[in-house]
């Protein structure tokens, strides 16, 4: 099923994070044309249908929630979020007799529940660590990512979402770089790479009949650039012919967290410049929901495709196992800890593979708890990474600064572009000395070339 | 209206409306779920591989609550899985208990007397299960703060309904018998559209009517998680086939690289 794009565009037309003012749809029709979204989702997606009706309200969610044991604010439980939806639900749309439904805790449909919604929904990282605990297998990242885009028909969006969705249209990058300052920055990055290694090592652009697509996060080429660095000494060293495209240099997809019409024109868009550059598979860089995307929806949006969409960790143990690449770990003596981003764990399963390119890339790994399928969530996902939240950020980050704290590693192994955006500012507000990097980064530097 | 006419309408005409009407409702209620597309694929990993898997892991989950136990909540674990087992034995118990009078576990080898006391013992000891599972559920959501924060009031409803039916029948066990061969003889008559008499029993006639409420609010409670269950569930923990085959991490490989050894290679 695919929502039709409403006919207008509004995400287009947000303006702001705050004051959440309706733009084209006025305060006064916001809660007729709300209902009618509301009812729309859920007559088109079943797992809003079934979370509507299924939860038992045991509690099970409560203490697993990190936005909640952040903020402390009951809406942020995630029955209690879900019942922000319910509620309205069970007023004005649920079957049976309303003395019946009122039982349920009923709301009218207005403009403060909505308000709610916005500041509710915007207080979910989508991290689905509550379906992992749930007995109903209750995911309420569903709820959020549907609820985000009736929010978004009503034209409320934050900005930064906004702002990086533009870009992401316009340019195919979320950071909006247009072709000549791609080119710059490659350009800079191979003289890195020759003076690292007086290797010539190349970051090729648009190679028709490469054997690889690197899609990697537009932020490796100009932030983390030591991940991209990584990634194309890999691709040397395991003789792989690879290319960037300078259509699309960005594996994250914001259309996920609030607007499908983007997921899906976003996900078309790599596949379409796969076919073009006749590439054997698509490698997807450090990204977490970006990979979810790829994984979890592109045949669902594409149908069967002519290449396999791998994650850049399955690419490197593959080298390594097959022994096309070799690494010296004592390149990284720095004690390493690892955080499983959740769009790689629990919404991927990638939680093996790292790990076992981290136990041979660098001498001292230690674990931290919780790990892998129930890791917390570094309180920036799904897109909640704009200044204006900063404080909520931090709170959103408390649960996984305390288990990074008990590890007491050096280095934080976070291989998720949010993940990096977000948890060196949470490690800096709770005083932890942590230095964070994507695992490519550890990778490139123990490559043995 | 007299209180025949009452009586009447409870125990004639009523079973009727409520068999109906639970029925229809939930047939709805289950097409609609049907009816509606997955659009994506929303699986939450550890995921199985197969369809064969996924059925193993949604009986595990079914029968243990593994998920409640993993979320480190371990007396709500207990008594959710005392509750529901006993509520099992408590409806199978009442099928055979009362088409038998009792003597079904003759054909056991047990005499008649000996499958009446083991089915006694076995009702008498669901009943008080679940009696104290029900209070449990019920007193958490008073005390615990939290859970009494996101409580509402259908919450309580059906844990009183579910307390005023189970008292009631225990009562007619502990206290005050019913003649298991009167109800029989009146339940069958109703299935058979014959006009049986009531059992002489206060008791059952409150423990009867409850039991109708409870159906008639059932297919508009939270209660159709009975069925939604299967729903929820099955989409959270649905296969997902590995796209890159060869590379497969298996078992043994996971296991050795969680405990840290060196990966055996080829």
């Not at chain 1, 490698?283 to 149908?303: D, L």
């Not at chain 2, 080898?109 to 009943?127: C, I, M, Q, W």
């Not at chain 2, 003889?185 to 058979?192: D, R």
Request: proline share 4%; with cysteine.
């Amino acid at each position: 099923m695919t929502l039709q794009p409403n006919k207008q565009l509004i995400p287009y037309l947000a303006k702001d994070l705050s004051p959440i003012d309706a733009l084209v749809i006025p305060d006064s029709a916001k809660p007729a044309y709300g209902l009618e979204l509301l009812e729309r989702f859920i007559k088109n997606k079943r797992a809003l249908a079934l979370y509507m009706e299924n939860c038992t309200r045991c509690g099970a969610c409560i203490n697993q929630c990190h936005s909640y044991l952040g903020t402390q604010d009951k809406n942020n439980i995630p029955v209690m979020r879900t019942d922000l939806v319910r509620r309205v639900y069970k007023k004005h749309l649920a079957a049976g007799p309303a003395f019946l439904r009122k039982l349920d805790g009923q709301s009218n449909l207005d403009n403060n529940t909505i308000d709610s919604w916005y500041k509710y929904f915007y207080q979910c990282n989508q991290c689905r660590r509550c379906a992992v605990f749930c007995p109903k297998g209750i995911d309420t990242a569903e709820v959020t990512i549907a609820m985000r885009e009736v929010l978004a028909h009503l034209g409320m969006v934050p900005k930064f979402i906004m702002d990086v969705t533009r870009n992401l249209t316009r340019t195919g990058n979320n950071m909006g770089i247009p072709l000549a300052a791609l080119e710059d920055s490659i350009d800079f990055l191979e003289d890195e790479l020759k003076e690292e290694t007086g290797k010539d090592i190349a970051i090729p652009l648009d190679m028709v009949g490469a054997e690889v697509l690197y899609n990697p996060s537009s932020a490796d080429l100009f932030s983390n650039t030591d991940g991209l660095m990584g990634v194309a000494k890999m691709f040397y060293a395991a003789g792989v012919s690879w290319t960037l495209s300078s259509q699309i240099i960005e594996t994250a997809n914001f259309g996920l967290f609030f607007h499908e019409p983007t997921l899906i024109a976003h996900n078309k868009k790599l596949i379409r410049v796969g076919k073009q550059l006749k590439v054997k598979r698509i490698v997807a860089g450090e990204c977490g929901h970006g990979w979810r995307t790829w994984r979890m929806f592109t045949k669902t949006i594409n149908g069967p495709l002519p290449f396999p969409v791998v994650h850049v960790f399955e690419e490197a143990l593959n080298y390594y196992r097959q022994k096309r690449i070799k690494f010296n770990k004592n390149k990284n003596i720095k004690t390493v800890t690892f955080h499983d981003p959740c769009n790689m764990s629990r919404a991927t399963g990638i939680v093996e593979e790292p790990r076992e390119i981290l136990r041979e890339c660098v001498s001292n790994f230690i674990e931290m708890a919780p790990r892998g399928y129930e890791s917390y969530c570094c309180g920036g996902g799904s897109g909640l990474l704009m200044d204006e939240d900063y404080e909520l950020r931090m709170k959103l980050g408390k649960a996984k600064a305390d288990s990074v704290m008990k590890t007491g590693a050096e280095i934080l192994c976070a291989p998720c572009a949010i993940c990096k955006a977000q948890l060196p500012h949470v490690m800096k507000h709770y005083n932890i000395k942590i230095e964070v990097k994507g695992l490519t980064d550890l990778i490139g530097n123990a490559l043995i070339l | 209206m007299g209180l025949s006419a009452i009586l009447f309408f409870l125990f004639y005409i009523l079973p009727y409306i409520t068999a109906l009407f639970f029925m229809i409702n939930m047939a709805i209620k289950i097409k609609n779920w049907v009816k509606v597309p997955v659009p994506y694929e929303l699986t939450v990993f550890p995921s199985p591989l197969t369809k064969s898997g996924k059925i193993k892991i949604l009986l595990k989950e079914t029968f243990t609550f593994r998920t409640l136990l993993y979320g480190n909540n371990k007396i709500f674990w207990f008594f959710s899985v005392v509750f529901h087992f006993s509520l099992i034995v408590v409806l199978v118990g009442h099928i055979l208990g009362i088409y038998f009078t009792g003597e079904h576990f003759t054909y056991l080898g047990l005499s008649g007397d000996e499958s009446k006391l083991l089915s006694n013992f076995f009702g008498n000891l669901a009943g008080i299960l679940l009696m104290i599972s029900v209070l449990y559920l019920l007193l958490r959501r008073y005390f615990i703060h939290l859970i009494r924060i996101i409580s509402v009031r259908s919450d309580y409803l059906i844990l009183y309904l579910l307390i005023g039916i189970i008292l009631t029948g225990n009562a007619m066990r502990f206290f005050n018998g019913v003649e298991l061969i009167e109800v029989r003889n009146y339940i069958w008559g109703l299935a058979i559209y014959s006009m049986e008499p009531l059992p002489k029993n206060a008791w059952f006639l409150i423990h009867f009517t409850l039991v109708q409420m409870f159906l008639l609010y059932f297919p508009f409670s939270k209660l159709v998680h009975s069925c939604g269950y299967f729903f929820t569930q099955s989409l959270v923990k649905n296969q997902i086939e590995r796209q890159v085959k060869e590379d497969d991490i298996t078992t043994q490989q996971t296991a050795d690289s969680i405990s840290g050894k060196r990966l055996i290679s080829n």
